[in-house]
């Protein structure tokens, strides 16, 4: 089923938010959900590459990078590792890189837009905190829905017959 989020808007209006329509999907997969682990980084991708390093089985990777597009936080070798280790899908609030190759990739990904230039590695980032980003804040755990209508997020899991 590939336009989950109109049904679970329909069915579930009041449990639910809806990011702004800021995201374009990068990844081979349009289609994903499950539980939120956030981070926030600005330009340094250390978090992120701890993060997709570790299983991701039932989890969305949501990541606040303030909307900066001078440096991906992502590209090929971190959105491989997530596939690798079950990460569900990922969320940049910020740019990815390797473009092409990460349409290819049995992994959903939405980002803001796609910038060659790779991230810092400063070590710097905080994981498992609120974000706020497209309109919505998103807490760590809650539940995010994702297709090619938007995204939409749920402090609790929704029912469809299709999940």
């Not at 809806?18 to 939120?36: H, I, K, M, N, T």
């Not at 991906?72 to 569900?88: F, I, R, S, V, Y």
């Not at 990815?96 to 803001?112: F, Q, S």
Request: charged residues 25%.
């Amino acid at each position: 089923m590939l336009d989950l989020l109109p049904d679970l808007c329909d069915e579930h209006a009041d449990k639910i938010k809806v990011l702004d329509p800021v995201f374009r999907d990068f990844g081979g997969e349009s289609l994903f959900w499950g539980q939120a682990v956030t981070v926030r980084c600005y330009e340094d991708n250390s978090r992120v590459r701890e993060l997709v390093a570790q299983p991701g089985t039932g989890k969305v990777l949501v990541v606040d990078g303030g909307g900066l597009l001078r440096c991906a936080l992502m590209g090929d070798m971190l959105a491989e590792k997530a596939l690798e280790n079950g990460w569900e899908g990922i969320i940049i609030h910020g740019a990815i890189r390797d473009a092409g190759t990460l349409g290819g990739l049995a992994i959903g990904i939405k980002a803001l837009a796609a910038c060659p230039i790779r991230s810092e590695k400063r070590g710097e980032g905080v994981v498992d905190v609120p974000v706020t980003f497209a309109g919505v804040t998103i807490q760590p755990g809650d539940y995010v829905y994702s297709d090619l209508n938007g995204v939409l997020v749920s402090r609790e899991p929704l029912s469809h017959p299709q999940l």
